[in-house]
T-cell receptor
Framework: NAGVTQTPKFQVLKTGQSMTLQCAQD?????MYWYRQDPGMGLRLIYY???????DKGEVPNGYNVSRLNKREFSLRLESAAPSQTSVYFC?????????????FGDGTRLSIL | RKEVEQDPGPFNVPEGATVAFNCTYS??????FFWYRQDCRKEPKLLMS???SGNEDGRFTAQLNRASQYISLLIRDSKLSDSATYLC???????????FGAGTRLFVKA
């Protein structure tokens, strides 16, 4: 049972390069999320997709774009990477069953931008 | 002021001790709350949901005080394996916007 799978696990980029972080879940969840985690900051929501076909900004969306490709997959794109985007990125998914359900997380992508 | 605030700690306690964490939230629209556990360099994992009436799961007890806008986590009979960072989370109904606290670090010593 894979749960939430993120690729790649590690990546080093140069300033100005672009890349896409991939996320897939096999739990048939409707909602998916992208977070970044920086030391001492906790997790901050970048974008979320409440259901297939919809995406919305979270707390820190600047510099990122997302695509909800289908119910399973939610990708995060950095168009022009900046050193300030060095972070650990987590994807998560959850369902809605009459009340907000807890989120299940992937094991993260560690991204360094030089 | 952060929407969800936690004492960052660290809390250093001996095995067998009881330890309590508090978390305050500023958005009165927040409806659902959770405690997550995060081990070093790992993903957060759900510890427990927090219900209005309070709830218990083994050695762990969670409480919600809406009037004072805080949630708490009590860990009884601490184990070495409880050493981790504990994150509190609030979310508003229907909005899917979740706000994490920065986490409280716990070290349990032999």
């Amino acid at each position: 049972n894979a749960g939430v799978t993120q690729t790649p696990k590690f990546q080093v980029l140069k300033t100005g390069q672009s890349m896409t972080l991939q996320c897939a879940q096999d739990m048939n969840h409707n909602s998916m999320y992208w977070y970044r985690q920086d030391p001492g900051m906790g997790l901050r929501l970048i974008y979320y997709s409440a259901s297939e076909g919809t995406t919305d900004k979270g707390e820190v969306p600047n510099g990122y774009n997302v695509s909800r490709l289908n119910k399973r997959e939610f990708s995060l794109r950095l168009e022009s990477a900046a050193p300030s985007q060095t972070s650990v990125y987590f994807c998560a998914s959850s369902d809605w069953q009459g009340a907000f359900q807890p989120q299940h997380f992937g094991d993260g992508t560690r991204l360094s931008i030089l | 002021r952060k929407e969800v605030e936690q004492d960052p700690g660290p809390f250093n306690v001996p095995e067998g001790a009881t330890v309590a964490f508090n978390c305050t939230y500023s958005n009165s629209a927040s409806q659902s709350f959770f405690w997550y556990r995060q081990d070093c360099r790992k993903e957060p994992k759900l510890l427990m949901s927090v219900y209005s009436s309070g709830n218990e799961d083994g050695r762990f007890t969670a409480q919600l005080n809406r009037a004072s806008q805080y949630i708490s986590l009590l860990i009884r009979d601490s184990k070495l394996s409880d050493s981790a960072t504990y994150l509190c989370v609030g979310t508003n109904t229907g909005g899917f916007k979740t706000i994490f606290g920065a986490g409280t670090r716990l070290f349990v010593k032999a």
